[in-house]
């Protein structure tokens, strides 16, 4: 059954994801907060995807006004960076509508729980339910103006509503859009899955020179991790599987989430990189502080390291990634990034926590 979304955000992701959705059928607005990105998009009428993934797809609504975009639609994907989702919340705020699903296209670590306690903030009373998605559906590029290049669609990937009790509504209603997507226990397992958080931010700072003095030029899985990078974004995978088995959630290892969202079987994390075909082609970013760093620290390793000292695990080796991109970036991030306060648990005991994130907030209201 054709749905109709709106797509926030039209980078490399939110392009990719509004031209194969409205190939599938379904009535698709496209926003994006700088106009001049969607004018080109506006008068071709659509965009072009290239790669595994071939059409035009032609859209319904290309705008700068979130009011009109998400306006009379069933679903909202928001695909910016994770560190716009508090700007997104605060502008749809005001138009959102009793009903509408609201996916995070990552939530990366924590993102349906700081969306959510944004929009209580904000003053939203819209009855809407909040995804999240462990990963991004696609491995994409921008390839022009009006062009997406899609790599390769993911086999499967988890999705968790905020309370987890609604995830078999919201996978329901989003059958016909992405039967890829399966269920996960709660966003917290969402959360915890976050596999850029261990693929990003330490290939980029550790190839930091090589990405400045050649722009990016060069395959960033395939040439970027090599065995010793590898040993490296391996310690940090076994740190987040830790602090997730103290906290009682699901949780699958990077190796293993290669296979089932890639089919990628490997004895070992460097092996199983190489032989991903879906990675074949994908460069690295054109300048060392790119989104692997703005994006994936504050909102990916700064709450995963918050999670581990809330339930007393060590992060030693996530904890020198943050403090090396705080460094080269002169930003700090522990103080800018997702904080337990912004993803509204501070005040809450791990009980509370689990019981807002399978069953709601009584205290908002937020009860299923």
């Known amino acids: 059954m054709s749905k109709k979304i709106a797509i926030i955000g039209a980078g490399n992701g939110g392009m ?4 194969h959705l409205a190939l599938k059928g379904h009535e698709v607005n496209l926003y994006n907060r700088t106009p001049d990105k969607l004018i080109p998009i506006r008068e071709q009428g659509g965009i072009f995807l ?15 006004d979130i009011a009109e975009a998400i306006d009379d639609v069933n679903v909202i994907m928001v695909t910016v960076p994770a560190v716009g989702h508090r700007d997104v919340a605060r502008s749809c705020a005001p138009y959102l509508r009793d009903g509408q699903i609201i996916v995070l296209n990552p939530g990366r670590t924590g993102g349906a729980l700081e969306f959510s306690q944004a929009l209580y903030e904000f003053g939203a009373r819209a009855e809407v339910i909040i995804a999240e998605a462990s990963t991004f559906i696609y491995a994409c590029r921008k390839a022009g103006p009006c062009t997406a290049h899609i790599f390769d669609v993911k086999k499967k990937v988890f999705v968790a509503a905020l309370p987890s009790i609604k995830t078999g509504y919201v ?3 989003l059958y ?11 966003v917290l397992e969402t959360s915890l899955n976050n596999i850029g958080a261990i693929f990003h931010p330490a290939p980029t700072l550790l190839n930091a020179a090589r990405i400045e003095t050649t722009g990016g030029a060069f395959e960033y899985y395939r040439d970027g991790i090599s065995p010793s990078v590898a040993q490296i974004i391996q ?3 076994d740190e987040r599987i830790a602090v997730a088995r103290a906290l009682n ?3 699958i290892s990077a190796l293993e989430w290669m296979k089932v969202s890639y089919g990628v079987e490997a004895g070992d994390l460097y092996s199983a990189i190489q032989q991903n075909e879906a990675y074949k082609g994908i460069t690295a970013p054109a300048v060392a502080n790119s989104r692997y760093i703005f994006e994936d620290v504050p909102c990916s390793l700064v709450p995963l390291s918050a999670l581990g000292r809330l339930a007393g695990v060590a992060t030693p080796t996530i904890d020198s990634i943050i403090n090396l991109a705080s460094v080269m970036t002169g930003t700090d991030y522990r103080a800018e990034g997702r904080t337990i306060s912004k993803l509204g648990i501070d005040d809450m005991s791990m ?7 399978y069953f709601g907030d009584i205290r908002r209201g937020v009860v299923a």
């Open 249 to 251: 959630v699901r949780c």
């Open 16 to 19: 990719a994801m509004a031209a």
């Open 171 to 173: 996978l329901d209603a």
């Open 176 to 186: 016909d859009v992405y039967p890829e997507f399966i269920a996960a226990e709660s």
């Open 351 to 357: 009980y509370e926590i689990y019981n807002y994130v």
């Open 235 to 237: 310690r940090m995978d």
């Open 50 to 64: 290239e790669g595994s993934v071939e059409g035009f797809g032609r859209l319904n609504k290309v705008t700068p």
